[in-house]
């Protein structure tokens, strides 16, 4: 099964609570309250649910729609406009950079680390992964798995060493090696914020004072089989450190579709990542209208302007889709 079609089979069952929204055929206070519903319940959060229902709201009245399925596209434009990646936000890949990988325990960071360096690899990088994660048991070695599946060098202490000490050698050996890319595994205990912050502070300013060439990204790892929890995680990381993007894993059955769109569009932190298995590919950018074609999978998309004709003229040609006057 290609990427793809895990992300539409771990999709399926928010994409088919959507559709259910859409099986009746009038327009009215009911259908907006079972959209609302829905779109909660797939974990989209209020904030992004109410730009839907103000925009669904807008443009059924404004081209004048009586049937409920007319209003399917208009949810689906709705969602793409608030969720959106450029292609600049990938810059990083293709410069010496070191790579923060943050986020709770738990949710995925350590298969993560492995997935990019294994793909990073493949495409010429010369790749290093530090084992920054020196506090949970057990970290260190399993890191040292997936680098070692990667094919790509680790660096690391003993358990219980100074994070900052981790990233001191691993710096080190990344100017030595010539390193393309250092990724950086980092502990992921929430419980007290001044400690992770100043953790993490101590450790971009080792990275400052003795690699200031470098470009320096933050990435939160989320399970998306979290729903709203996952949301919550990324607001409280990003009020003790900046992030740069998101990589969201777990896309592969139990996960609310709606997630993605939530974090997107409430935290304007770009999602850049997202995982749908275990398997080394099973890790890949994200692309938002591959993952809106996936949400709404049974749906034909259409855009405002093919909506527009369709009222205006009563039937459409299948050209109409691609040759609008």
């Given at each position: ?66 049937d409920a399925h007319e209003c399917k596209e208009l949810v689906i434009n709705s969602l793409r406009d608030q969720m959106s990646v450029d292609q600049s936000a990938y810059d990083f890949e293709d410069k010496k950079s070191v790579i923060f990988i943050i986020g709770v325990n738990g949710v995925g960071k350590t298969t993560s680390i492995g997935k ?210």
């Amino acid at each position: 099964m290609g990427f793809f079609q895990k992300l539409k089979e771990g999709l399926k069952k928010t994409s088919q609570s959507i559709a259910n929204v859409f099986k009746v055929s009038e327009i009215d206070d009911d259908f907006y309250d079972n959209l609302e519903e829905t779109l909660i319940e797939a974990d989209m959060g209020y904030e992004t649910t109410e730009k839907v229902l103000d925009y669904v709201k807008a443009k059924v009245k404004e081209l004048h729609l009586k049937d409920a399925h007319e209003c399917k596209e208009l949810v689906i434009n709705s969602l793409r406009d608030q969720m959106s990646v450029d292609q600049s936000a990938y810059d990083f890949e293709d410069k010496k950079s070191v790579i923060f990988i943050i986020g709770v325990n738990g949710v995925g960071k350590t298969t993560s680390i492995g997935k990019l360096a294994a793909q990073y690899k493949r495409r010429g990088k010369n790749v290093l992964i530090a084992a920054a994660d020196t506090f949970r048991a057990g970290a260190i070695d399993q890191l040292g798995t997936w680098a070692d599946r990667a094919g790509v060098e680790m660096i690391s202490q003993h358990e219980g060493s100074d994070p900052s000490s981790v990233v001191y050698d691993a710096v080190s050996a990344a100017k030595a090696r010539k390193a393309d890319i250092l990724l950086i595994d980092t502990a992921g205990r929430l419980h007290n914020k001044k400690n992770l912050m100043d953790e993490l502070a101590k450790m971009r300013r080792v990275i400052g004072r003795e690699y200031p060439e470098a470009n320096v990204e933050s990435l939160i790892v989320l399970d998306g089989s979290t729903g709203q929890n996952a949301l919550e995680q990324a607001r409280q990381f990003s009020n003790v450190t900046e992030i740069n993007g998101i990589i969201i894993t777990k896309l592969d059955g139990t996960a609310k579709g709606g997630i993605a769109v939530a974090i997107e569009s409430e935290l304007s932190v770009p999602v850049k990542y997202i995982g749908v298995g275990e398997k080394i590919d099973d890790l890949q950018r994200f692309d938002p209208s591959q993952y809106i074609t996936a949400l709404f999978s049974d749906f034909n998309i259409k855009s405002d302007t093919d909506i527009m004709v369709d009222n205006e003229i009563g039937e459409e040609k299948d050209d109409d889709l691609f040759d609008i006057e």
